[in-house]
């Protein structure tokens, strides 16, 4: 059976939430500076602080999503159309098991060009088996990052899962052509030669 990538933690040396491929020490533990005080409290405006937005990432680093969902549901009520804020509010819900789509699919609206938003928010769709919608958000994070080869892997996955044999075989090579120490994906394209009974590419 075919796999896609599993959900990230949140220890320093594991990947990042944001979908980066990086790891959260050399990702947004970065970008984490001074904690938002009381002087720093949202006031009206077009978008959220820097300060603002570092106190998010703070509390992602100390893994506290709770308080993350909080502050990132509080900015949005100062600032609704902070993609930012939408894509923090997604990630605290996703690390606490809770669904994250409509704040992926809201901050997508607000952050077109976010490659590693796609990629989530693609991920969830064909977890859902909504797959034109995953399929389109796929090709979208594939024209902002031709390599990107994890988003190849869960591209061949949908297409494997839909029974397009053709695309899922061409989709698989070209993530290892990138990436070719890419297990997943290896094993995955491992799978589909299996069940088209080409046994000894598949060994």
Known sequence: MNEKRQNVSP???????????????????????????????PQKGSAPT????????????????VAMEGLSRFLLQ???????????????????GKNPLSAFEKA?????????LHYNLGNLLQEKKR????????????????DFAEVLNNLGSLFHETKRVPEAETVYLKAL??????????????????????????E
């Open 11 to 41: 220890g320093r040396n594991d990947p990042c939430a944001c979908g980066s491929g990086k790891k959260f020490r050399k990702c947004c533990e970065g970008k984490a500076q001074t904690p938002v005080t009381g002087g720093n409290l």
């Open 50 to 65: 820097q300060a603002e937005i570092n106190q998010l990432f703070i509390l992602f680093g100390n893994q506290s999503y």
């Open 78 to 96: 100062q600032y609704p159309d902070a993609g930012i804020a939408w894509k923090a509010l997604g990630a605290a819900l996703q690390m606490q």
């Open 108 to 116: 997508v609206s607000f952050l077109p060009d976010d490659v590693d």
């Open 131 to 146: 797959f034109p919608e995953a399929e389109k958000v796929y090709l979208r994070a594939l024209e902002l990052k031709p």
């Open 177 to 202: 052509e990138l990436k070719s120490e890419f297990t997943l994906a290896r094993y995955n394209y491992a799978n589909l030669l299996y069940e088209l009974a080409r046994l000894p590419e598949a």
